[in-house]
């Protein structure tokens, strides 16, 4: 019995990257690691308030990256990231979806793969970085799992603003992702009823809209069951001319940045 029950924790924990899991705490701050940031708040079109952190590079720029984190935990998971992006010169702006970290309140319901409402908090952050810190078209999305799949989407149809996307683990539709979980773990995810296919799915974005793009770059772990290497080479061939696929060996959404740290930003570094 004891066999059993550890062969299947990895399983368990795998089925709950799916889930949405809202943490209010911040285990640490950018303050904890001596990063350069400022706390902003991003008010959203429905007037919710939302929780960012604004990081910036030791020399002036006006180079900009949104990073859109996965629907587990909070923002803070993605501080390496971030200071990842402003050693090569970037300003970097991190958010928190409704109902994560000190961001205004949202029930979640964590059987839920996203909510509609989540592209309302990208579109936001958008909006906050053209107000406050833009002018010009140098605005670049980085998201992971459901934040590269919304980055890809809202990226297309503001491609008036955004010049390049990084997507680690994109889905391609909603139904599809639905489907290879379920096929995968058994798990049956919840999804958003009525929603617009142009802001929630890269494969409809993408195909109507995304023509400005100047770059995207998808990258997938080789041993994912879900966000496989396929669908991202799908992904690719909707904008052939400007989509790199960068797969990484031996990983999983999990750790397609843990894998190799110098590889995985060198990869962003050069698509940049």
């Given at each position: 019995m004891k066999r059993i029950?550890?062969?299947?924790?990895?399983?368990?924990?795998?089925?709950?990257?799916?889930?949405?899991?809202?943490?209010?705490?911040?285990?640490?701050?950018?303050?904890?690691?001596?990063?350069?940031?400022?706390?902003?708040?991003?008010l959203t079109e429905?007037?919710?308030?939302?929780?960012?952190?604004?990081?910036?590079?030791?020399?002036?720029?006006?180079?900009?990256?949104?990073?859109?984190?996965?629907?587990?935990?909070?923002?803070?998971?993605?501080i390496e990231?971030?200071?990842?992006?402003?050693?090569i010169g970037y300003n970097v702006l991190t958010y928190d979806y409704r109902g994560y970290g000190e961001s205004d309140d949202f029930n979640i319901n964590n059987n839920f793969y996203i909510y509609a409402q989540f592209e309302k908090d990208l579109n936001a952050a958008i909006d906050y970085v053209k107000r406050y810190h833009s002018k010009n078209?140098?605005?670049?999305?980085?998201?992971?799992?459901?934040?590269?799949?919304?980055?890809?989407?809202?990226?297309a149809n503001r491609c008036d603003l955004i010049s390049k996307i990084i997507a680690d683990s994109p889905y391609l539709t909603l139904e599809d992702v639905?489907?290879?979980?379920?096929?995968?773990?058994?798990?049956?995810?919840m999804l958003p009823l009525g929603y617009d296919k142009l802001l929630l799915e890269p494969k409809f974005a993408l195909e109507a809209k995304g023509g400005s793009l100047n770059g995207i770059l998808l990258i997938a772990g080789d041993k994912d069951p879900v966000y496989t290497v396929k669908v991202s080479r799908e992904i690719a061939k909707i904008r052939s001319k400007i989509s790199t696929v960068f797969v990484v060996k031996g990983a999983t959404m999990e750790t397609t940045f843990s894998t190799d740290k110098n590889d995985y930003f060198n990869q962003i570094k050069s698509f940049l």
């Open positions: 029950l550890i062969a299947l924790i990895p399983v368990m924990m795998y089925i709950n990257v799916f889930a949405l899991n809202p943490v209010r705490e911040y285990a640490v701050r950018p303050s904890d690691f001596g990063l350069s940031y400022e706390e902003v708040t991003i429905d007037n919710l308030n939302l929780k960012g952190w604004l990081f910036t590079p030791k020399t002036l720029s006006y180079k900009m990256v949104i990073i859109s984190h996965d629907g587990e935990g909070n923002m803070s998971k993605m990231i971030a200071s990842q992006f402003t050693s078209r140098n605005i670049n999305l980085y998201g992971s799992g459901i934040g590269a799949s919304l980055s890809l989407s809202i990226g639905k489907a290879s979980i379920k096929t995968a773990y058994g798990k049956d995810m």
